[in-house]
C-alpha cells in the first residue's frame, strides 16, 4: 500500500491528495467500518489545532539526538523512545502564552515590558543589582535559583526574593537553576547563600534545570569541586508518584553536599497533594531559613533599613471614596440591631434598626439618613458579559474630556483606574430604565 519506501521517514505521504489516495484500511489509529471512532472528526480538529498552537508559540528540539530511535507497533507504527524537548519562542512565560492562547496578545507583551522596565528581564538574565527594585536596598547579598515548568516554584522563588528585605538580606540574582551552570558563588568570594527552589516531575527536573541536574552529574567524585558554595534546597512533589516522590531535590541536596558544598539548613519539603505548599513554603522561610541564615551571617532583621520589622505594626486606616464621588456629605453610621417588626408571611416587611452615630455627630427630627446601596451582582454580572468585559477590569474615566463621557459616567471616579465591577456596583444606577440618549451613546 505504502510502496518500497514504507520503512522511511515521510511525513508528507500524510498530506492531502497523497493521503487522501491510500485505500480504506491503510491507516487505522480510528479503527473503519463498523467499528471506526465516532470521535474521529473531532480528534482530527484537535489535533491540527494543538499542532498549530504548539509551533506558533514552542521551539521544537529532538530531546536527546544520540539516542536511537526505534519503531514501537501497537495498533499503529510510531516511534519509540522519541522525546522532543518544547522551548517557548522569544523569552515567552507561561502565563503570556496563556494570554496569547486566550487572545490577549497586548496583555503579555505588556506584561514583559513591565517586566523589562523594573529590573527583571528574561531567563537568564534576572539579576537584581542593576535596576531592580532591590538594587537600592542594603542588605547581605542572597542568590535564589528555581526549576519550574508550571511556575509554582518560580511563585515560591520570587516570594522568598520579595521577603529577603525584611530579613536583612538583599536578592543579587533570582534566576532559574541552569543559570548556575559554573557559577554558583562561593563564599571566598561574596559570602552569601545559594537557595534552591525544584520540583520532581516523576523524577525527572523542571525543563529550566535539568542542565544543571546533568551539569552536577558530569563533575564526578571531585569532593571539593563545590567547596565555599553555601546552600539551603526547597523541594515539592506530589506523592501520588510514590517511587519518584521528591526525587530530584533530594539528590540535588546530597548531591550538593558530596561536591565540597556546605548545607546551611535541613531542607524543606512540601507535597502538592496536601494543598499546603504555599503556607509550608512560608513555615519553612520563618521557622527554619530565616532564622539559620540570620545566624550563619550574622544578619539582624530587627531593624533594617532604619525600619521596624519584626513585631512591626502599619498604621490603617479605612476610608470610603464613594459618599466624596457621589457627591454626598454624609459619614458612615453603624446598624448595632435589626429585628422584624411584621409577621411571617407579610408582603411587605418592614425593620427596626438602631444605629450608632459616627462620633461628634447627633441626630434631630427632620435630618436625613442616606443608604447607599449596591446593584444585584446578577445584574452587574449581566452587564459584564453584555460588554465583553473580565470580572477584574479596570477603566480609567479622564478629569476632563467629551461632555459624552459626562453623562454616561455620571457620578463615576474620575483621574485614575477604577474597577469595572465596583463602578457598576456601586456608581451606576443599573434599575433605571434607558433613555435615548443614553442607548445612542452606549
Known sequence: MYGEDALEFKPERMLDEQFNKLPPGAWKPFGNGSRGCIGRGFAWQECLLIIAMVLQNFDLYHFDPSQPVGVKQTLTLKPDNFFMRAVPRNGLSATDIQARLNGNAEGASSRKNSDADSGVSGLGDKHLDGDGDNAS????????????????CENLAQRLASDASSHGFKTTVLDVMDAGIDNLPRSSDTNQPVIFITPSYEGRPADNAAGFISWLESIGDNSNALSGVQYAVFGCGHHDWTSTFH???????????QLGATRLVDMGLCDAAEGRMFSDFETWEDKTLWPALADTFGVSSAHHDGLAIDGAQLDVSVTSMRPSTLRHDVKQATVTASRRLTADGCEHVKQHLDIALPEGMTYRCGDYLAVLPYNPKENVDRALRRFSLPWDASITVPASGDSRCVVVAGAIPTGGPVSVREVLSAYVELGDPVTKRVSLLV
Open 137 to 152: 536596598r542594603s542588605g547581605h547579598p542572597i542568590t535564589i535559583l528555581y526549576g519550574s515548568n508550571s511556575g509554582t
Open 247 to 257: 526525587k530530584v531535590p533530594r539528590y540535588l541536596d546530597s548531591r550538593l553536599e
